[in-house]
């Protein structure tokens, strides 16, 4: 017997695979009102369904920037980044590789541009901007075609050398484009 209501449900959550269980047991009709229940339960549900449904990530992407611009902030003098990720993570659910790809270039760019104001920031974001320019590097090699793709990555990359250079502080950043440009090399 299935609980009535969500608040009737146990506190710890299902595992993916006791979801799909769960889900394989219900009629249309009772995923349907899941679905609703669902959609009514956060703003963030309603945002992703929608970007689902309707193929328009137009909000998602526009949360994610407001949130770019309020954690790469100089002026706030205190780098918070928490809601911006989290912004990120959901636009990353629904977007295409390529928006992907450019939403993380964007992120790049302007941690980047904050770096050159306030040079300084933890060990962690150092590594998840790390992560994110190898993402980046990775996809524009999947997709040479795009060159707007590859050009942002030299850009990056070189910003990555500059700033190597004036602080030392971007060695693995910049051993990612070195990498990144030893591939395309190799690819001509």
Known sequence: MRPSTWLDWPAMALTVTQLRKTLETMDD???????????????????????????????????????????????????????????????????????????????VRAALSYWQKLPYWSENHYTTLGKMFQDIAHTALEYPERHELLASVHQLGQEFV???????????????????????????
């Open 29 to 107: 009709s009772e995923l349907r009102e899941l679905i609703e229940a669902l959609y009514q339960a956060s703003s963030d549900n309603k945002r992703f369904l929608t970007a689902q449904l309707e193929a328009d990530n137009s909000e998602l992407l526009n949360i994610y920037v407001r949130e770019l611009e309020k954690s790469f902030d100089p002026s706030k003098g205190e780098l918070k980044v928490a809601a911006v990720k989290k912004s990120l993570q959901n636009y990353l659910r629904v977007a295409s590789p390529i928006e992907a790809t450019q939403a993380r270039i964007r992120y």
């Open 162 to 188: 500059r700033q190597e250079r004036k602080y030392g502080y971007f060695d693995w950043h910049v051993k990612i484009y070195d990498d990144f440009r030893q591939s395309v090399r190799q690819e001509r």
